[in-house]
């Protein structure tokens, strides 16, 4: 790598590590970035998106309904949490893979990449264990409290690093850059997310995110 790309990747990642980090804590990822070498690159989130991109195209050509923001439903995939094969024990997690409509799916993608991509980049396999943490909380948390509900989607995962975000947002409010801008559009997303959801559980089908 040249030079001049070399200093334009570093550039990119201290830019994305100022998005995630307060400026108290950022000595030891910057000195992690200054001797960073792409070894191991930040591709989990970009591998679990490319993943829940392609299976949402599947299920969307199988279905033969088209694109649209409120499906389609793939309630027979082998992925999807069924509340009537528990035993399947692979579904508390594989859910993640399946989207209910394209809203549902853009506003994973979008939080996931924007967000995971620079938390990935700092704090490296945390951000994994966290989102895994997240997917099984929710199909855990789902059988607990509404065992006839299906489950799709990375809402898990996703809420997962908002939430750690939201935190150090809280903790850090004074070193955080933009901080006022940052509550207003987290707000937005998860009000906007909620509304969504609350729709498609009791006006549009019977499975939940």
């Known amino acids: 790598m040249s030079r ?18 307060p400026k108290s804590k950022r000595t030891e990822p910057f000195d992690y970035l200054q001797k ?34 409120t499906g389609p439903v793939p309630t027979k995939s082998p992925l999807i949490f069924n509340p009537y094969r528990k035993s399947e024990v692979w579904r508390f997690a594989t859910y993640m893979f399946i989207h209910i409509g394209l809203y549902h799916l853009i506003f994973n993608l979008l939080t996931q990449l924007l967000l995971g991509l620079p938390l990935e980049l700092v704090h490296q396999w945390r951000v994994i264990v966290v989102y895994i943490a997240g ?36 903790m850090n409010w004074s070193e955080m850059e933009f901080n006022w801008i940052r509550a207003i559009i987290l707000a937005v997303l998860i009000a906007s997310d909620a ?8 006006f549009v089908d019977k499975t939940d995110k």
């Open 195 to 202: 509304g969504v959801a609350v729709f498609q559980r009791y």
């Open 36 to 69: 960073y070498k792409c070894c191991p690159p930040p591709v989990f989130m970009l591998i679990i998106s490319i993943i829940q991109v392609a299976i949402y195209a599947y299920y969307t050509a199988e279905s033969g309904e088209g694109v649209s923001m």
């Open 135 to 170: 997917v099984l909380s929710g199909s855990l948390l789902v059988t607990a409290v509404d065992r006839h509900v299906f489950l799709a989607g990375a809402s898990g995962g996703v809420y997962a690093l908002l939430a750690a975000h939201i935190a150090e947002l809280v």
């Open 4 to 21: 001049v790309k070399h200093r334009r990747l570093l550039h990119l990642m201290f830019r994305a590590a100022q998005f995630v980090v």
